[in-house]
């Protein structure tokens, strides 16, 4: 089935559900609505949580009803499918950036990132080991939340600077385009495990002697 919709010079032709598509997709471009759609999705930013350090604990706090985030709109769930934000605390390994990857690729567009705590932006006091990975080489990070661990007012206060910038209309999708060196980045790295505790025994040794 075709469907042909001339209109001050706009035409769709094809199948009905691609034109559909088309014409949703032209529609939501179109300035007064998608101010609209930024203006609601502003205000339904929910976030989904990936712990590995002590930051987990502020997060919580970030929603207690002394900060009461959920006035901002922001509801945590557990569920990467509901949820449009992730916040990472914590270091990654190899193997918790590929369970990073899976949350980030099941959640829907508009999607955002925010890297919570030192240990999430440098590695903090792993950051020379051979099997950590920092969270803007494998998810594009929008916000960084510095702090060991970062208070509950800087972390309501990167929900709203986020808030902020979809309601302007200033975000548009990204991710890291390489993804041959996001898989050798998330792939376990055996010789430098092996080099790694080849140098700690020999370390010992020394000790002992």
């Known amino acids: 089935m075709e469907m042909a919709c001339p209109r001050k010079g706009f ?5 009905l559900e691609e034109a559909a598509a088309k014409a949703m997709k032209w529609l939501l471009e179109r300035k007064p609505i998608k101010s609209l759609l930024d203006w609601g999705i502003s205000f339904s930013l929910w976030p989904v949580h990936l712990t ?9 706090a970030v929603y207690d009803p002394k900060y009461d985030s ?20 914590g270091t990654l390994t190899r193997k918790m950036a590929r369970a990073a990857r899976l949350v980030w690729e099941q959640m829907p567009w ?6 919570m705590g030192a ?39 990167a929900l709203i600077k986020l808030q902020e910038k979809v309601r302007k209309g200033e975000w ?36 002992r002697a």
């Open 52 to 60: 590995t350090s002590c930051c987990g604990a502020e997060f919580a």
């Open 110 to 115: 508009p999607k955002f990132v925010i890297a």
């Open 172 to 207: 548009k999708p990204r991710d890291i385009e390489d993804k041959k060196f996001l898989e050798e980045l998330m792939a376990p790295h055996y010789e430098k495990a092996r080099r790694h505790l080849e140098l700690l025994a020999r370390t010992q040794r020394t000790e």
């Open 70 to 89: 959920e006035r901002l709109g922001s509801l945590p769930f557990t569920h990467p499918r509901n949820t449009n934000v992730l916040l990472v605390e």
């Open 119 to 157: 240990c999430a932006i440098t590695g903090g006091i792993f950051y020379n080991s051979y099997n950590i990975v920092r969270v803007n080489q494998i998810l594009p990070v929008d916000y960084y939340v510095p702090g060991c661990p970062p208070t509950p007012e800087a972390v309501a206060n």
């Open 11 to 15: 035409m769709l032709v094809g199948r």
